[in-house]
């Protein structure tokens, strides 16, 4: 059975940091296109960033600069690395993994991230 697991979220203080990690279990982790979704209350899901097969990356805008998403293929393990936090960072992540050719895709259960003073 697939799955995929976040973890790393938390209260923050706006400025700070925090790492999630999202592993992975049951699928060729290499083969996938990984990606860290978010959503805020009444809010649609959005993409923050992905990383592909080839460690190519894509950030939205309102994150570029200050997070990083990374892999490491032979843990089967995606991170993703939040600096200088805003409050209006605060959501819900979700690893997602979604195959390049088949289009088939798979979804944590989510992380939530809280950035208040």
């Known amino acids: 059975q697939v799955q995929l697991v976040e973890s790393g979220g938390g209260l923050v203080q706006p400025g700070g940091s925090l790492r999630l990690s999202c592993v992975t279990s049951a699928i060729t982790f290499r083969l996938y296109t990984m990606g860290w979704y978010r959503q805020a209350p009444g809010n649609k899901r959005e993409l923050v960033a992905s990383?592909?097969?080839?460690?190519?990356?894509v950030y939205a805008d309102s994150v570029k600069g200050r997070f990083t998403i990374s892999r490491d293929d032979p843990k089967n393990t995606m991170y993703l690395q939040m600096n200088s936090l805003k409050p209006e960072d605060t959501a819900v992540y979700y690893c997602?993994?979604?195959?390049?050719?088949?289009?088939?895709?798979?979804w944590g259960q989510g992380t939530q991230v809280t950035v208040s003073s």
């Open positions: 990383i592909d097969v080839r460690a190519g990356t």
């Open positions: 997602n993994a979604q195959h390049p050719i088949y289009r088939n895709e798979h």
